[in-house]
């Protein structure tokens, strides 16, 4: 009797098996059908565009890449070019398109960085066309392009796509980048997940779906193919990777700079707020940041804060780790004053320290 309820048990566990493992194919199906159906509404109003460089104004032969993140010093090597691209850039009005502005060069008040000698568009249905900067808004890092044709039909798309100030993200939320591959008529989408909120004070939000100089300048959308954010704040020491770590700037934000670079209007990157510390955690199980060193000139030197000084609070804020440091810093501008609460000597005192723009 036991031997045959054994065999029954084993039985119907099989068969419980082969029905799950019956249903993993249709659900990957599903799945890869949505994700079709997320590119082909986003796509829409996505294009592709390449920036051309002069390679001898950028790549100085004698003192190696001027560009970082760029290796070798010969710019005819596929590892070293940068006029490559493509990236991608959103469709916001019937001859207007955003980009990120990290694929113009260096800032300048009248157009692209020095060295650029020329920026392409390719539409989803092929047609190309060149296009001159409008305006930039490095806080941001976006720019505005205008390109001598008429995409009304698509930006209304467009337009009705984009997720309202009020749409909500969530750490966790599924999420899709839908920009243009190295075939500027074919879409790409890498899908992923809200890794974190808040980042780039509090302009982006993280993001684990991978992104290179593709899909830099993306769309990003939720599953309802409502766009919540666009693809920016790459960092140059990665440019071009696909690290699995990126940001995207929050659609308010992008609206908000949206509506000053169509006034024509150059913002350059403010300097960022500077504390002069160098610290790190000092106990597992409590608050608690031990500062190593201090830059000369700095607030922090200014306020009287020593090496070997501990961390408690900032603006009542617990110091539980380096991270809560950087990110209450990011949070501020150049100017603003901290209240630090701090321990020495086994002796808690208060110190006054406004941020400087970082050197």
Known sequence: MKT???????????????????????????????????????????????????????????????IPGMGGTDPDD??????????????????????????????SKTGAGPGIEGITITLPNGDR?????????????????????????????????????????????????????????????NDGIVSALGREQRRAFQLDARVGNATLG?????????IVGVVTFHNHATFGQASGV?????????????????????????KAPFMGIGASKKWPDKPGLEVGNIVSGSGAEKAGIRVGDILLQVDGVDMTDVPDLISHIQGHSVGDVLKVKLLRDDKEMEVSVTLGPRP
């Open 4 to 66: 045959t309820f054994n065999t029954f048990a084993l039985m119907l566990a099989v068969l419980l098996s082969s029905a799950a493992m019956a249903q993993e194919p249709a659900l990957h199906k599903e799945l890869e059908a949505h994700r079709i159906k997320i590119a082909k509404s986003v796509s829409r109003f996505t294009v592709s565009v390449e920036i051309d460089f002069d390679h001898e104004s950028l790549t100085p032969p004698s003192t190696g890449p001027a």
């Open 129 to 189: 066309y060149k296009a001159k900067v409008m305006g930039r808004h490095q806080e941001i890092d976006l720019a505005l392009l205008k390109i001598e044709a008429d995409l009304s039909t698509v930006k209304d798309v467009a337009i009705a796509a984009f997720g309202s100030d009020e749409t909500k993200l969530d750490r966790g939320q599924q999420i899709f980048v839908v920009g243009r591959g190295a075939n500027p008529i074919r879409a790409q989408i």
């Open 78 to 107: 596929p590892f070293t070019r940068y006029d490559i691209g493509p990236f991608s850039g959103l469709i916001v009005a019937k001859d207007q398109i955003l980009i990120s502005d990290r694929t113009l060069g260096d800032f």
């Open 218 to 226: 993306a769309p990003v959308c939720n599953n309802n193919a409502e």
């Open 246 to 270: 990126s940001y995207a700037a929050y659609m308010h934000e992008v609206k908000r700079a949206y509506g000053v670079m169509k006034e024509g209007k150059f913002v350059e990157r403010p």
